[in-house]
T-cell receptor, first 111, second 116 residues
Framework: QKEVEQDPGPLSVPEGAIVSLNCTYS??????FMWYRQYSRKGPELLMY????GNKEDGRFTAQVDKSSKYISLFIRDSQPSDSATYLC???????????FGTGTRLTVIP | SQTIHQWPATLVQPVGSPLSLECTVE??????LYWYRQAAGRGLQLLFY??????ISSEVPQNLSASRPQDRQFILSSKKLLLSDSGFYLC???????????????FGSGTRLTVV
C-alpha cells in the first residue's frame, strides 16, 4: 500500500463549478499537509499548507484535513480555466526532509 | 528572497551519452537539496537529497548519481544514459535541518529529458 493515494483523474469540470480533490493516507504520524499546483511542463508550486487537522481558506481555495479518516481535500470554488493544472498532495510526519507525494490529479476547467 | 534555477529546460540525448543537470539556489545558506523524477501517472520519485556539501543520500538505486560541490549547487549526472532515464527531472530545496518547515519546499522549473 502506498503511503499516499490520489486519484490521477483526469477531471474535467465547467467553468464556475466547485472542484473537490482528495488524498488518502495510511501513516497516522503525518502532521503536515500540503497541496501543490503544477502547470504543464513546469515545477510544482505550493498552493496551500495546513498543520494537523482542520480547515484553511485562501481566496477560492479551501484545504481540509480529517486525521481521524486519514483524508485530506482541496476545494476550489468558482473554478476558472486558469485553474487547469495537475494538483499534488504532499504530507510529512516531521518536516521538509521527509515529504510524501501523491501522484497528482489532472484538472481541466472548460470555459 | 530565495530563488532556484534549474537548466536546461529541455534536453534530448542519445542512449549511452553522459548527462549533467545543474541546479542552484540563491538567497539562502545551507539548504536541503533534492532531485526528483516525475513520470506520467507515477508521481514524484525522490532520487537524491543532500543536507550539506558532499553529503548525498540515494533513495533509489539506478543509473544516476548526484553531487553537491558547493553549498547551493546540486548536480545530477549519468555516465551512460538509458532509454528508461527519460522523464521530467525536478530540483527542489528546503530550509536546512531535518525538521525544516515543509512549506519551505520549493521546486525548480524542471528539465524534460528525452533519451533517444
Amino acid at each position: 500500500q502506498k503511503e499516499v493515494e490520489q486519484d490521477p483523474g483526469p477531471l474535467s469540470v465547467p467553468e464556475g463549478a466547485i472542484v473537490s480533490l482528495n488524498c488518502t493516507y495510511s501513516n497516522s504520524a503525518f502532521q503536515y499537509f500540503m497541496w501543490y499546483r503544477q502547470y504543464s511542463r513546469k515545477g510544482p508550486e505550493l498552493l496551500m499548507y495546513t498543520y494537523s487537522s482542520g480547515n484553511k481558506e485562501d481566496g477560492r481555495f479551501t484545504a481540509q484535513v480529517d486525521k481521524s479518516s486519514k483524508y485530506i481535500s482541496l476545494f476550489i470554488r468558482d473554478s476558472q480555466p486558469s485553474d487547469s493544472a495537475t494538483y499534488l498532495c504532499a504530507m510529512s510526519p516531521t518536516g521538509a526532509n521527509n515529504l510524501f507525494f501523491g501522484t497528482g490529479t489532472r484538472l481541466t476547467v472548460i470555459p | 528572497s530565495q530563488t532556484i534555477h534549474q537548466w536546461p529546460a529541455t534536453l534530448v540525448q542519445p542512449v549511452g551519452s553522459p548527462l549533467s543537470l545543474e541546479c542552484t539556489v540563491e538567497g539562502t545558506s545551507n539548504p536541503n537539496l533534492y532531485w526528483y523524477r516525475q513520470a506520467a501517472g507515477r508521481g514524484l520519485q525522490l532520487l537524491f537529497y543532500s543536507v550539506g556539501i558532499g553529503q548525498i543520500s540515494s533513495e533509489v538505486p539506478q543509473n544516476l548519481s548526484a553531487s553537491r560541490p558547493q553549498d547551493r549547487q546540486f548536480i545530477l549526472s549519468s555516465k551512460k544514459l538509458l532509454l528508461s532515464d527519460s522523464g521530467f527531472y525536478l530540483c527542489a530545496w528546503s530550509w536546512g535541518g531535518l525538521l525544516g518547515p515543509p512549506e519551505s519546499y520549493t521546486f525548480g522549473s524542471g528539465t524534460r529529458l528525452t533519451v533517444v
